[in-house]
Structures are given as structure tokens and as C-alpha cells.
T-cell receptor, first 116, second 112 residues
């Protein structure tokens, strides 16, 4: 079945550096992908909608200059956490829906970001 | 987006059925009822979805009330691997704008 893959699974970075997370749809083309953030013991919070060939749409309260999203192809979206700080440490998850179907969303395995 | 209400947590015994309730009194006619679950340190995975009729698949069954204002996810024989957070979500048919918005979900614990 359709699969969404994220990379890396985990990353540790120093405060002030930037980190890029990739999300790929492996057997379907995704004009839209979604990025979520999840803190421990909390639910997933939608951060932004990534649109192929156009600007991402950010949810209220999410800093677009802090979380850069690029969706340059139909199978790849990237989230870059710029100038990361310890409070950005979280579990980041991407998602996409297969446009050929009218059904479920597929989620990546998540990326655990730790900023030290 | 229409809201869903689920119990924060539930416990069940291994090899027994589990019924996870969800209330969605403000559901619209075009909203599908989706269930996802999230195992620890993993992304969510799809469980089942339906519109009006009850649905069965290899993972679970979904029972939808006649007025569609509530639904129940049924795990017929729980295993330890079913311990997860289960999310009941309302979703419009696919379009580029059909986001999946998560509520707080139900944390299911399974006793050996």
C-alpha cells in the first residue's frame, strides 16, 4: 500500500543551527503534504500544509520564518527548523493522502528532534 | 471542523473485545469518520473509516450510530500490541484542503 517515509528518524543538533527533515511519498504523487508537531504526552498539532509548487499554508501561531517548508516535487516535502532552540525539541510527523483514493491519510514514522 | 469527544483513557484485558466510543454530535453529511492509532514513538496509522454503514476490516470494526452522532471502534480480541492512543477524526472527502485535525484521543492500555 501507499507509504510515506520520513528522514531522519532522529536528530540531535546544537542550539542555533538548522535542521532539515524530509518527507517522501513512495508510491503516489502528493500535491499536498501536512506537517505536525507532537510534544510528550500530547496530541499531534498541525503546523502547516505543504503545497507543491506554491507557498505553504501555516496554522495560526506557527512561525513561517522559523519552520521553512519546501515542496519542490510531487513526492518530496522538506521542513527546515531554522536557528533551533531547546524548546523546538519535539516529535515532527508528516502526512499525505493518496489523490487516487478517497480514504485514509498516511503518516511518516516521525522525526525526534533534540536541540542541545 | 467538527469536533469529536473521546474518553481520555481505557483499560482492557488481553484477548477480550474492546469498545472505544466517540461522540461527534456536530458531524455534517459529508464527514467521514476515521480512526487512527499511534503506538509509542511512531507516526499514526490508519485503522478504519466509514460514512454511514458499519465497516469491518482485518484490524477492527466500526459501528456507526443511525444518526451518525456517535461511533464505536471495536477491537475484537485485544493483544498487547494494541496498546496505543486511538484517535477518532472527522474528515471531508479528499481534497487538497482536507486536513486531518487530531483531538486528544483515547489511551488504551491492555492488561496481560
Amino acid at each position: 500500500g501507499a507509504v510515506v517515509s520520513q528522514h531522519p528518524s532522529w536528530v540531535i543538533c546544537k542550539s542555533g543551527t538548522s535542521v532539515k527533515i524530509e518527507c517522501r511519498s513512495l508510491d503516489f504523487q502528493a500535491t499536498t503534504m501536512f506537517w505536525y508537531r507532537q510534544f510528550p504526552k500530547q496530541s499531534l498539532m498541525l503546523m502547516a500544509t505543504s503545497n507543491e509548487g506554491s507557498k505553504a499554508t501555516y496554522e495560526q501561531g506557527v512561525e513561517k520564518d522559523k519552520f521553512l517548508i519546501n515542496h519542490a516535487s510531487l513526492t518530496l516535502s522538506t521542513l527546515t527548523v531554522t536557528s533551533a532552540h531547546p524548546e523546538d525539541s519535539s516529535f515532527y510527523i508528516c502526512s499525505a493522502r493518496d489523490p487516487r483514493g478517497n480514504t485514509e491519510a498516511f503518516f511518516g514514522q516521525g522525526t525526534r528532534l533534540t536541540v542541545v | 471542523d467538527a469536533k469529536t469527544t473521546q474518553p481520555n483513557s481505557m483499560e482492557s484485558n488481553e484477548e477480550e473485545p474492546v469498545h472505544l466510543p466517540c461522540n461527534h454530535s456536530t458531524i455534517s453529511g459529508t464527514d467521514y469518520i476515521h480512526w487512527y492509532r499511534q503506538l509509542p514513538s511512531q507516526g499514526p496509522e490508519y485503522v478504519i473509516h466509514g460514512l454511514t454503514s458499519n465497516v469491518n476490516n482485518r484490524m477492527a470494526s466500526l459501528a456507526i450510530a443511525e444518526d451518525r452522532k456517535s461511533s464505536t471502534l471495536i477491537l475484537h480480541r485485544a493483544t498487547l500490541r494494541d496498546a496505543a492512543v486511538y484517535y477518532c477524526i472527522l474528515s471531508r472527502p479528499y481534497s487538497s484542503a482536507s486536513k486531518i485535525i487530531f483531538g486528544s484521543g483515547t489511551r488504551l492500555s491492555i492488561r496481560p
